[in-house]
T-cell receptor
Framework: DAKTTQPPSMDCAEGRAANLPCNHSTISGNEYVYWYRQIHSQGPQYIIH???NNETNEMASLIITEDRKSSTLILPHATLRDTAVYYCIVILKHSGGYQKVTFGTGTKLQVIP | DSGVTQTPKHLITATGQRVTLRCSPR?????VYWYQQSLDQGLQFLIQYYNGEERAKGNILERFSAQQFPDLHSELNLSSLELGDSALYFC???????????FGPGTRLTVT
């Protein structure tokens, strides 16, 4: 599996857009980019995923560069409840075979009032 | 609420003991995953089961074992416990082999 690199921490003002970057320069053509977040010590929560096109759902938008070597998760209007650790992971989806998932240490996003 | 349940919520035990953590996946989900999260550490993938069969293995110690039963619930067995095994243990489930995983609330294990 491709490894990812994320900044360890970021701050964002409440109500502003939070842009969380992720580098996955060794991603292969059939690997998806997934984003999860973990609020305090709760179970991680799935946010969004994509292959090459940009994706949007009710929680966030995912922008993947054309070369797929990096991506950005966008929370359009951050609230205090978005304070969490955000994980970017790369997964070979529907492989049916052996997979080893690495969540890494993620980005700790602090939303400031 | 993700629909994944884990019991117990908290567990305190002594070194050398054995414990069993239980996970019930969301209704209809066939895949179950186990993770370990030590204090201030990232999530470490332990093992994945799909419809009763082991499908992927991470950094799971030999002292740890897991299984998924015909009703799809799963158990993680931890034996010869050491202080370093103190951690949050999460279970997640997904409909198939895809990685949109839904996590349970976790079991906090404290080994004294």
């Amino acid at each position: 599996d491709a490894k990812t690199t994320q900044p360890p921490s970021m701050d964002c003002a409440e109500g502003r857009a939070a842009n969380l970057p992720c580098n996955h320069s060794t991603i292969s053509g059939n690997e998806y980019v997934y984003w999860y977040r973990q609020i305090h010590s709760q179970g991680p929560q799935y946010i969004i995923h994509g292959l090459k096109n940009n994706e949007t759902n009710e929680m966030a938008s995912l922008i993947i560069t054309e070369d797929r070597k990096s991506s950005t998760l966008i929370l359009p209007h951050a609230t205090l409840r978005d304070t969490a650790v955000y994980y970017c992971i790369v997964i070979l989806k529907h492989s049916g075979g052996y997979q080893k998932v690495t969540f890494g240490t993620g980005t700790k996003l602090q939303v400031i009032p | 609420d993700s629909g994944v349940t884990q019991t117990p919520k908290h567990l305190i035990t002594a070194t050398g003991q054995r414990v069993t953590l239980r996970c019930s996946p969301r209704s209809g989900d066939l895949s179950v995953y186990w993770y370990q999260q030590s204090l201030d550490q990232g999530l470490q993938f332990l093992i994945q089961y799909y419809n009763g069969e082991e499908r992927a293995k991470g950094n799971i110690l030999e002292r740890f074992s897991a299984q998924q039963f015909p009703d799809l619930h799963s158990e993680l067995n931890l034996s010869s416990l050491e202080l370093g095994d103190s951690a949050l243990y999460f279970c997640a489930s997904s409909p198939g082999l895809s990685y949109e995983q839904y996590f349970g609330p976790g079991t906090r294990l404290t080994v004294t």
